[in-house]
């Protein structure tokens, strides 16, 4: 799945951009707190994503080594 690994890159930078923007509004009002919260939950999010895409990549690696 290469298809699924960009889509993936995709959705990490735009929730990465969607933050970056939340943040400027959120330190802007004066919300500090909720801007720290914000990007705790982004870098969550991201942390998650990439242990699944690790996780296939394993698979994909195992499935390989299978053949042999």
Not at 33 to 58: H, T
């Amino acid at each position: 799945g290469d298809k699924m690994d960009l889509s993936l890159i995709y959705r990490i930078a735009g929730v990465g951009i969607l933050i970056s923007i939340l943040n400027i509004f959120l330190q802007q009002a004066e919300r500090k707190d909720q801007a720290q919260m914000l990007s705790l939950a982004g870098v969550v999010l991201v942390l998650i994503w990439l242990v699944q895409l690790i996780a296939q990549l394993f698979e994909q690696v195992e499935s390989v080594f299978r053949w042999y």
